[in-house]
């Protein structure tokens, strides 16, 4: 009889929690503050992640925007660390490219990646953007966070915070012994892996019709180098930019991020790529353009992931968790570029449509 509750529970859209959508998720993985770049950069390849959250003894730091998540003690309920911020691969490579820097000198990078990450978190603004999730968040909450551009929030193992059982949503404050991370990509491939019947209408519809598409798209040029490309994406907040033919733009164009729409897509340049490079590689290849960087470090073999506006929320959802890639560029019949299609806006469209 529980059983056969629990199938009908998790039919229904509307009984998932933040719970639900990490109980498949390994434990955290973290670097303390102390942690070199390089030590860092090492974990984040290791476990083919994106981001690291930052650990601190507790009563030292502020924590990032000002919350207060700590690990405790799940006896005596003692604190034992402070969660200060994430760590990005777009950190790490602005870091990197930032600054004055000889990109034929391997001792400059040594001594960047020599860095202790407490002294880069924040460089880029999502760093400084660590919330948690009450494991009692509903879905649709947890939708309706992602879907401001909060990619990934930590779920509490059990939660210390008083009366937490009443309290769902994000919280800036929170205890807990243990925390499993939840990210917007979690959320994807448990709706495609789950499939539910209240959801079927919406992902049948197009991403035109549910209004998903991003018509406001930068890109890079072929000629842009790999340092230009990554202090323009840092500046505008981008992880990733789609390549562009653009033989007919002026000379400066090459050195920031264009208006991408209605050029062909040759290739994307995104912040992950760099979890396929090892060290030497990196320097060997920073002085590079963007183009040939991409196809230095994905062997020719990537080809771009880009859909028209005819397809459907489903076909979508399927790219982005199929490919590991976190936006999908729109594209015409000739390949020409519309607009982008971002895990923001697949979860803001289909909370919107749902609602």
């Given at each position: ?15 998932i929690t ?15 503050y ?45 604190v ?27 001792t ?13 978190i ?43 059982n ?42 035109s ?64 790529d ?28 990537r ?25 999908v ?20 469209s ?6």
């Open positions: 009889m529980q059983e056969e509750k629990s199938k009908e529970d998790h039919s229904r859209l509307i009984n933040a719970k639900d959508l990490t109980a498949g998720n390994r434990r955290l993985v973290e670097v303390p102390t942690a070199t770049l390089s030590h860092a950069m090492n974990t984040l390849v290791a476990n083919s992640i994106s981001s690291l959250p930052v650990a601190a003894p507790p009563g030292h730091w502020i924590g990032a925007g000002g919350s207060m998540i700590m690990e405790s003690d799940k006896q005596t309920g003692a034992r660390k402070h969660y200060i911020g994430i760590l990005t691969m777009l950190d790490i490579l602005a870091h990197i490219a930032g600054g004055e820097h000889n990109l034929s000198d391997p400059d990078l040594d001594r960047k990646m020599g860095s202790q990450v407490s002294s880069i924040g460089h880029c603004l999502e760093g400084l953007s660590l919330w948690t999730l009450n494991p009692s968040t509903t879905l649709l909450e947890c939708m309706e966070v992602f879907s401001k551009g909060i990619h990934r929030a930590l779920v509490p193992v059990e939660s210390s915070i008083e009366s937490s009443t309290i769902s949503g994000v919280e800036l404050v929170e205890s807990s012994s243990a925390y499993r991370m939840l990210t917007q990509m979690d959320l994807l491939r448990f709706l495609r892996d789950h499939h539910f019947d209240d959801l079927k209408d919406v992902l049948s519809r197009s991403i019709d549910l209004r998903a598409v991003n018509e406001s798209v930068y890109a890079v040029t072929a000629s842009t180098s790999v340092s230009n490309a990554i202090k323009s994406m840092k500046a505008a907040l981008l992880n990733a930019v789609p390549i562009v033919h653009a033989p007919d733009v002026a000379e400066e164009d090459h050195l920031q991020l264009i208006n991408g729409r209605h050029r062909k897509v040759i290739g994307t340049f995104s912040a992950t760099i979890k396929a490079c090892r060290l030497p590689e990196l320097q060997a290849w920073l002085p590079l353009s963007a183009l040939e960087f991409t196809e230095k470090v994905t062997g020719n073999e080809e771009t992931v880009s859909c028209t506006e005819e397809a459907t929320m489903e076909e979508a959802i399927e790219k982005v968790v199929t490919r590991g890639v976190h936006r560029w729109v594209v015409d019949q000739q390949g020409l570029l519309k607009g982008v299609v971002s895990l923001t806006d697949i979860i803001r289909i909370r919107a449509a749902l609602l």
